[in-house]
Every structure is written in C-alpha cells, then in structure tokens.
C-alpha cells in the first residue's frame, strides 16, 4: 500500500490562498488521487480529484472556480490549492489514492494521507 | 443531485452485532464503499465494492448492498470498532466522489 504524506499545518488569512501538498511513498499515484476535506465535527467532503496521466483534474461543483489540483508523477506528488478562502474553509484536508477494478470507471480511496489543518482566521 | 443517507449514531453492545445502513435512491446498482474513522485519524477503507475487504481489515466486517440500502456489518464488535463510518459512492455520471453523512458508532 502506497503512504501519502501532506505537508504540514497553515493559518491563512481571510481571502488568500492555500497549497496543500501530497508525496506518495513506497507505490505510486497513477491511478489517481483525490481531495477530501473535513470542517470541525462535520463528515467528508470530496474536492475534486486527478489522474496524472490524463493530467486533467475533475473538481466538485462548489469547488469549480477556487480550486486548482495538480499532479507530478515523476516525483509521487499532488497538490490542491484552494483561493478566496474563508473561515468556512478551515478545516482537515486529506488527499487519497483513488483506485477502481478494471473495466469499472467507479473509484474508492484505498491510502489515505495524515491531514493538513487548514485555519483560516484574521 | 444523488444523495446517500446514514443515520448519525448507533451503538451496540461488546460481542454483538452492528449494522450501519447507507441509504440511496437504487443504491443497489452503485458500488458502495465504506471507511472507518477513530478520532484525530484519518479514514480507513474497511469494505469496497460492496463486500470486499483490504487485507489487515477483520474478518468481522462484511458489506452487503440491494434496492436502497447498503450495510456495513460488524461482528463480535471489540471497543476497538468505537468510530466514524462513512459510506462511498462514484457518480460515474458526473465522474465525482460522494460521502454518506458518516454514522457514528458507540460501543456500549
């Protein structure tokens, strides 16, 4: 099983920008990665995912016009970037290794990286 | 848009059996995905497509998934399993992920 490790904790201000990034160890990204966020006590919330060798992200409706999701699969790593932020985007972002059975274009999380607390806040 | 319903809590008792339910309109023709979640720690995938388990997962868990309702059961629940468990889709459609509310699990 792949390990994912995130880059570590940020406090933004209110309008800014953040970047997130994900190094894959011991396998590899290929088959494509996600973001996953969790706000203080609420569920996940998929982003938006890629895969690198198609190097076109797909992101969620709500996330359309703010979010940015990259991939370098020559070094293992992936990045979310997430603009305008505002304190309802303080929260635990995860990144996580997507894979499907082949021939099915359904997809689960099978690694899952540690979590990068985002806090957003004057 | 697709929408998937899991009540917010459960509890049972040590040694006993849990069930979660993932509700979704013809559920049953999705494939579902569950992750297990213990405080300050990331997801875990316990079951994917519908049944199958990682290796490491227990024995203990299984899945099953028919009509509008898929379950996640745990047998012989430990104090271990006391936890978050979230159900997965793929909108195959929109080509997007989509998380269940999450089920909290208390092991009495």
């Known amino acids: 099983q792949v390990h994912l490790v995130q880059s570590g904790p940020e406090l933004k201000k209110p309008g800014s920008s953040m970047r997130v990034s994900c190094k894959a160890s011991g396998g590899t990204i290929t088959s494509g990665i996600s973001w996953v966020r969790q706000a203080p006590g609420q569920g996940l919330e998929w982003m938006g995912g890629i895969i690198p060798i198609f190097e076109v992200a797909n992101n969620a409706q709500k996330f359309q016009d703010r979010v940015t999701i990259t991939a370098d699969e020559s070094t293992g790593t992936a990045y979310l970037e997430l603009s305008s932020l505002t304190s309802e985007d303080s929260a635990v972002y995860y990144c996580a290794r997507s894979r499907s059975r082949q021939g099915r274009p359904d997809r689960y999380f099978d690694s899952w990286g540690q979590g990068t607390l985002v806090t957003v806040s004057s | 848009s697709y929408v998937l319903t899991q009540p917010p809590s459960a509890s049972v008792a040590p040694g006993e059996t849990a069930r979660i339910t993932c509700g979704g309109n013809n559920i049953g023709g999705k494939s579902v995905h569950w992750y297990q979640q213990r405080p300050g720690q990331a997801p875990v995938l316990v079951i994917y497509?519908?049944?199958d388990r990682p290796s490491g997962i227990p024995e203990r868990f299984s899945g099953s998934n028919s009509g509008n309702t898929a379950t996640l059961t745990i047998s012989r629940v430990e104090a271990g399993d006391e936890a978050d468990y979230y159900c997965?889709?793929?909108?195959?459609?929109?080509?997007?992920?989509?998380f269940g509310g999450g089920t909290k699990l208390t092991v009495l």
């Open positions: 997965q889709v793929w909108d195959v459609s929109s080509d997007h992920g989509l």
């Open positions: 497509y519908d049944g």
